[in-house]
């Protein structure tokens, strides 16, 4: 029973954003409410399987800078242009402990630009080089936050020493 009033809350906030889209507004306004409502429902059952994978997931994680908020699920990213505060869904998911990575602070835009990807499927890269390379989520973290990033949801506190 401990879980449910997060189910009760993140339901409440999909449907929410979901009612909010100016599209489903419209849809409402000339009547088309059965069509409002349907669309209304994919929306948030998308978003409940985006929440799913990002709980389960092992690189999944959520980061934001200047240009936007990315939620990173393997080979799928939801993105918006707006910071974290005002996308209700990747603040479900750090709320349900997706790690965070908040590139906002870094100032040297050079180096963030030169760091590797996130593997996408949990594997590790052999070769740490070249264009295309890639780390683990915990490897990437140390770097970006040498560089002034702030970490929510560490997962490196996890790792047994």
Known sequence: MKGLPMQT????????????????????RTGQTALARHLEREVVLRDLGYLR?????PNAHVICG????FIHLGWTTVSTLAPIERFPLASLAVARGTPFIDIRLVTDVIAFANLPR??????????????GRSVSLTSYIDMVEKLGASITNDPRLCRST
């Open 53 to 57: 994978l990002a709980g389960t997931l």
């Open 118 to 131: 996130v593997t996408r499927d949990g594997s590790v890269d052999p070769d740490h080089s070249g264009p």
């Open 9 to 28: 809350s993140v339901l409440r906030v999909l449907r929410t954003t979901a009612a909010s889209w100016w599209r489903h507004g419209e849809l409402r």
């Open 66 to 69: 200047e240009g936007g908020t």
